[in-house]
């Protein structure tokens, strides 16, 4: 029963570690869809030649498609209240930091008033 819990909790935290992969298709709507899942992680917006190591067929139209699901994703990511972020102990990447100069301090606000608790 001991090892089963500890090969469930194994496979619960290298799920964690997955990271999301470019789409392998070269249409406009999955490089948008991974520019918006990307954003929704909370990851800093990838440039084009870094990306095109992981995705040797990206094009300037794909990365175009990328950069605009990234930018809506963006958005709604921001909407999150920082407080709350940082209070349930997700990981915060500063994504935000160019719209709103205060989403950091109050995501740190919200990690520290949960290490308080």
């Keep these: 029963m001991f090892r089963k819990g500890i090969m469930v ?5 290298l799920s964690g570690c ?5 789409p392998t298709e070269e249409s406009a709507q999955s490089w ?3 520019g918006y899942q990307w954003a929704m992680k909370g990851y800093i917006i990838e440039s084009q030649s870094d990306l095109a190591k992981k995705a040797p067929e990206l094009s300037a ?8 699901g990234y ?16 209070y349930d102990g997700k990981i915060y ?5 160019d719209l709103d100069r205060r989403y950091n301090e109050e995501y ?3 990690k520290n008033a949960r290490n308080r608790r």
């Design 9 to 13: 909790t194994a496979f619960v935290l």
């Design 18 to 22: 997955v990271q999301l992969k470019p």
């Design 32 to 34: 948008q869809d991974f």
């Design 61 to 68: 139209e794909l990365f175009a498609q990328y950069q605009a």
């Design 71 to 86: 930018a809506t994703g963006k958005a709604d990511y921001c909407k999150q209240d920082p407080f709350i972020l940082g």
């Design 93 to 97: 990447y500063g994504i935000c930091n």
């Design 108 to 110: 740190w606000r919200g």
